[in-house]
């Protein structure tokens, strides 16, 4: 993103985040996705205030089945860029906070744009479940699976000694 002789006040972009967007970050959960990106500056002389607006979907392997699940998104994130003449390169302070030159000519905001969806990411993507409450992922493995777990585990005898273990 160009940031200089842009300038000072408010300033809009957009970027579509699609599946060349995902192929070059190499995030291995995501196969696909288009998100757009509506990224406001706020440019004064002594910072950059960076809102960043996503909205779209991608597409991840169930965590079940392995089948394709589109996961919608639609969050915010903030990213506050302090200008100072006393600083060479690019410093984070916090994830959300960067120092850098005031005669930087563009500022690399693609691994922050990244590392935002990644952390957007559910902790588990699953195929939601359908109105009675039933899983939509793909029959055949979820009959697989049922058949695993009801599977009568033995207990190796060299542990089964461990459950008379009577700790003070």
Not at 49 to 60: E, I, M, R
Not at 98 to 118: A, G, K, M, P
Not at 130 to 146: A, R
Request: aromatic residues 8%; hydrophobic residues 35%.
């Amino acid at each position: 993103m160009r940031i200089a002789g842009v300038s000072l006040g408010i300033h809009t972009f957009s970027i579509d985040c699609d599946k060349e967007f995902f192929e070059i970050s190499e995030i291995s959960e995501l196969q696909d996705g288009l998100l757009n990106l509506q990224i406001e500056m706020e440019k004064t002389e002594t910072m950059l205030n960076l809102k960043f607006h996503f909205k779209g979907t991608v597409t991840a392997a169930c965590d079940r089945c392995l089948d394709p699940v589109s996961i919608p998104m639609n969050f915010e994130e903030q990213l506050l860029v302090k200008l100072s003449q006393n600083i060479e390169e690019v410093e984070n302070v916090d994830d959300n906070i960067w120092v850098i030159n005031d005669n930087v000519y563009e500022l690399d905001v693609f691994h922050f744009v990244y590392e935002s969806i990644r952390l957007a990411l559910p902790n588990k993507i699953v195929h939601p479940n359908d109105k009675e409450g039933n899983s939509t992922c793909n029959p055949e493995v979820l009959k697989k699976l049922e058949t695993y777990s009801h599977k009568e585990s033995e207990i190796d005898p060299r542990w089964e000694g461990l459950k008379n273990i009577k700790l003070n």
